[in-house]
């Protein structure tokens, strides 16, 4: 952590020397890149969390998987990397499922995809993901009460572009990152006679459109947290 922190100020103390901005910076913004508009990208990274419920970035892995098609066909020759402020992963292609795909430790919270095979490519497609969200309400183990409402609260500094909220009663919803959220009556899985451990997940996710990329093309950055909770015997059940 304290390398990671010394790296950290030393580029942005390079940075303000040299008078410019590093466009992997958190806050830098997207940057759709360019390309010879001859390849299909779909992207993401996607970042989990080691630690319940974690505010530390080092506390997270981030997972790549990119699919890259020419003529609607796999490309699985050439080089597909993804960069941060903290280095550069060179992902692997996987004919089971015809990704690319390779993992880095922490959240970087700004990724950079290059795609490249032969003359055909797609350069510095930059996604300024999300910051990193903390639950701050229900405390982890609380426990709650599932035939009534219960407030879902995180803070966070910028809403991101799409958010979605999951319990082990219900599938992935959609919902409004605004910080706050109702969960309604039977939203946890709960029992007659016992108490019941149920996880709380929120994913939170921004993304941009390659110009450079032809239709239908997308690179996202998502970033999950979560804790658990108990949902208290329901003698209605």
């Known amino acids: 952590m304290k390398t990671r922190l010394v790296l950290a100020s030393c580029l942005a103390f390079a940075s303000a020397a040299c008078g410019s901005d590093d466009p992997l910076a958190p806050g830098a913004g997207d940057n759709q890149g360019n390309g010879t508009s001859t390849l299909f990208v779909s992207g993401r990274a996607s970042a989990e969390p080691r630690t319940p419920n974690t505010q530390v970035e080092t506390d ?18 050439g080089t597909v990397t993804v960069s941060s402020r903290f280095g550069t992963t060179n992902l692997t292609f996987q004919a089971d499922n015809n990704r690319w795909e390779g993992s880095a430790p922490d959240y970087d919270e700004v990724y950079a995809l290059d795609v490249i095979s032969g003359a055909d490519e797609v350069r510095n497609v930059i996604v300024d993901g999300p910051d990193i969200h903390h639950i701050t309400s229900p405390t982890a183990g609380a426990s709650l009460d599932s035939a009534i409402a219960n407030d879902l609260k995180w803070d966070r500094d910028e809403p991101a572009d799409v958010i979605t909220f999951r319990t082990d009663k219900i599938d992935r919803i959609t919902i409004t990152d605004t910080g706050t959220y109702s969960m309604g009556p039977g939203t946890l899985k709960a029992e007659k006679d016992k108490s019941v451990e149920n996880s709380l997940e929120l994913r939170r996710t921004n993304h941009t459109v390659p110009r450079g990329a032809v ?3 997308e690179f996202s950055v998502t970033i999950e947290n979560s804790l658990d909770v108990l949902a208290q015997p329901n003698p209605a059940l």
């Open 215 to 217: 239709a239908g093309s």
């Open 60 to 77: 997270f892995t981030t997972d790549f998987s990119v699919e890259v098609r020419l003529n609607d066909a796999p490309v699985t020759t």
